[in-house]
């Protein structure tokens, strides 16, 4: 079917119009989390509806698109970034379903980023991805999990919590409790709520970590030396210094 090819084309092709396509599923991606974080500010309106039921719309042809190029429809079904668009879909076509439930959209940011195709077009296309790719997927990590928690925190704490009324008040308790900085002037109501927190703390600071570690560590390039499998060198590095091996590393220079 030539629609069929064309569509597989836009979402695995390595066309230069694919790549551009990948990029604005990106950017589109990112303009919806910065939507979502708008709106909770904002009463709710007809206008924020429409606008919700345009993005939702929009979500569920993506979605359809993939799962019908799928050769996996069951697995890429299962897949814990589909479910989310599921969750996300319901949510803003149907906002009884829990409308605040479409900060799961994030998940997608980086399933998309995470494409090997969409990462080798930007190792191409930017220098400064290239030599810090580590540090910007860990930090790409750490933003996901602050921002779904941050969604989790808003939506099972608005309506009981008086201190959390907008998606500005669960971010701040959600950063202050993953720094375990911890004011204590907003805290989460119920056992629930404690246990959320203590989970935020556990797993959020391990996040934080493992990016600091990165940003202070020297700075290494991915190259499988052949004999011995490793695959973090230094950037200048001629020999592999495990087993010796001559390395033919590219960088910049490289003709």
């Given at each position: 079917?030539?629609?069929k090819?064309i569509?597989?084309e836009?979402?695995?092709?390595g066309?230069?119009?694919a790549h551009?396509?990948?990029y604005g599923?990106?950017?589109?991606?990112i303009?919806?989390?910065?939507?979502?974080?708008?709106?909770?500010?904002l009463q709710?309106?007809p206008?924020i509806?429409?606008?919700?039921?345009?993005?939702g719309?929009l979500?569920?042809?993506d979605?359809?698109?993939?799962?019908?190029?799928s050769r996996?429809r069951?697995g890429d079904?299962m897949?814990?970034?589909n479910?989310?668009d599921i969750?996300v879909?319901?949510?803003?076509?149907?906002?009884f379903?829990g409308e605040?439930?479409a900060?799961l959209r994030v998940?997608r940011?980086?399933?998309?980023?995470r494409?090997p195709?969409?990462?080798?077009?930007?190792?191409?296309?930017?220098?400064l991805f290239?030599?810090?790719?580590?540090?910007?997927?860990?930090a790409?990590?750490l933003?996901l999990?602050i921002?779904?928690?941050?969604g989790?925190?808003?939506?099972?704490?608005?309506g009981i919590?008086?201190?959390?009324?907008n998606?500005a008040?669960?971010?701040y308790f959600?950063?202050?409790?993953?720094?375990?900085?911890?004011f204590?002037?907003i805290?989460?109501?119920?056992h629930?709520?404690?246990?959320?927190a203590?989970?935020?703390m556990?797993f959020?600071v391990s996040?934080?970590?493992?990016?600091?570690?990165i940003l202070?560590?020297p700075?290494?390039v991915?190259h499988?030396?052949?004999?011995c499998?490793l695959?973090?060198?230094d950037a200048?590095?001629?020999?592999c210094?495990h087993c010796?091996r001559?390395?033919?590393?590219?960088d910049e220079g490289?003709v």
């Amino acid at each position: 079917m030539a629609l069929k090819n064309i569509v597989r084309e836009l979402y695995e092709g390595g066309s230069a119009g694919a790549h551009r396509f990948r990029y604005g599923l990106i950017s589109f991606d990112i303009a919806t989390i910065v939507f979502l974080i708008v709106s909770s500010f904002l009463q709710r309106s007809p206008v924020i509806g429409v606008i919700d039921i345009v993005i939702g719309l929009l979500i569920l042809a993506d979605f359809i698109a993939r799962f019908w190029i799928s050769r996996n429809r069951l697995g890429d079904l299962m897949n814990p970034a589909n479910l989310a668009d599921i969750v996300v879909i319901a949510s803003l076509l149907a906002p009884f379903a829990g409308e605040g439930l479409a900060f799961l959209r994030v998940v997608r940011v980086l399933r998309v980023m995470r494409s090997p195709m969409v990462l080798s077009r930007m190792r191409r296309d930017s220098t400064l991805f290239r030599q810090n790719e580590q540090t910007v997927m860990a930090a790409l990590n750490l933003g996901l999990f602050i921002f779904v928690t941050t969604g989790i925190v808003y939506e099972s704490q608005r309506g009981i919590n008086e201190h959390i009324t907008n998606y500005a008040d669960a971010l701040y308790f959600t950063v202050s409790t993953l720094t375990t900085t911890g004011f204590g002037d907003i805290t989460l109501q119920g056992h629930w709520g404690r246990m959320l927190a203590v989970l935020i703390m556990i797993f959020g600071v391990s996040l934080f970590l493992r990016l600091i570690q990165i940003l202070i560590r020297p700075h290494k390039v991915e190259h499988k030396c052949p004999d011995c499998g490793l695959l973090r060198h230094d950037a200048d590095a001629v020999h592999c210094k495990h087993c010796g091996r001559v390395l033919h590393i590219e960088d910049e220079g490289a003709v």
